[in-house]
């Protein structure tokens, strides 16, 4: 075995023997950012696969450190409705690899040059998407993207491994939030606007409070939910039936139509 492949194959191990230790989906996280770290990627991302009418990759993400100037000019372009990788993995179980600087990206021509464009400056043009299940058949991926070459075969084999493990602990850690307090009426209805993308002014204005007020709503429900950002809230929201995927677009055009803002 390389000796590189040796090495990451210790500390893939190591990660495996600790997940069950993990008491909080933040401490998942945190040990999917340091195998990224460990195999010289810079980001990671914990994804629940969207159907495909949906719009919106930032409502996918339960976690992720990628830079929320490229999950927001992502979404404004539109470039989930035609995604090669996202149809890959709605095909597949095999790990959906790209690369916008050396293969070919799949899109209308339109779209290759700002992709290509928007992932190299964000230091994320190469990543490997490893599709995952959790413990009652959701389909998701974990991601690890960068600069670094795309995985050798036995990286991505030991990564994938360890992914479907960490994936389905996941679904039983976010299971252990449901034991927390009710959220209100009004929290549910910030959580249904923030899972179609508005930003906290924009949930002002729908709600007719402040946008501060929005935020100290979304801190009592991070708290009650001990989540760490909002889409980690949408995401625990989804899994304990607060709200309903089809649901939230609609309430939100009853609302109002107000443009897509940014990741916030």
């Known amino acids: 075995m390389p000796e590189n492949l040796c090495k990451h194959s210790e500390f893939i191990v190591s990660c495996y023997e600790r997940v069950t230790r993990l008491e909080t989906p933040h401490e998942l996280f945190s040990l999917l950012k340091e195998t990224a770290t460990a195999l010289d ?3 990671y991302g914990v994804v629940f696969l969207p159907d495909e ?7 996918a993400f339960v976690a992720t450190n990628v830079s929320a100037d490229l999950v927001a000019e992502y979404d404004r ?3 989930l409705e035609n995604s090669p990788v996202m149809a890959a993995l709605r095909k597949d179980r095999k790990p959906v690899e790209y690369d916008v600087e050396h ?3 799949q899109r209308p021509e339109e779209q290759t040059e700002f992709i290509r464009e928007l992932f190299v400056k964000h230091k ?4 490997v998407f490893l599709p995952c299940y959790d413990n009652v058949g959701r389909k998701g991926a974990i991601a690890f993207m960068g600069e ?3 995985p050798t075969s036995g990286e991505t ?5 360890l992914c479907h493990y960490a994936f389905g602990h996941l679904h039983l850690l976010l299971a252990a939030n449901w034991k927390t307090k ?7 209805e910030c959580v249904e606007l923030a899972a179609v993308g508005k930003t906290n002014l924009e949930c002002g204005l729908v709600l007719g409070v402040s946008e501060t007020t929005i935020a100290g709503y979304f801190a009592s429900i991070s708290r009650k939910l001990n989540a760490t950002n909002k889409t980690h809230i949408v995401a625990i929201a989804y899994e304990r039936g607060l709200i309903a995927p089809k649901a939230t677009e609609a309430k939100a055009r009853l609302r109002g139509n107000l443009p897509e803002g940014n990741l916030t």
């Open 41 to 43: 990627f810079t980001n």
């Open 53 to 59: 009418q949906d719009r919106l990759i930032r409502s």
């Open 77 to 79: 372009h539109r470039l």
């Open 103 to 105: 293969l070919p990206l």
């Open 124 to 127: 994320v043009p190469r990543g």
């Open 148 to 150: 670094r070459p795309l």
């Open 157 to 161: 084999a030991m990564l994938h491994l």
């Open 182 to 188: 009710d959220l209100t009426p009004r929290e549910i």
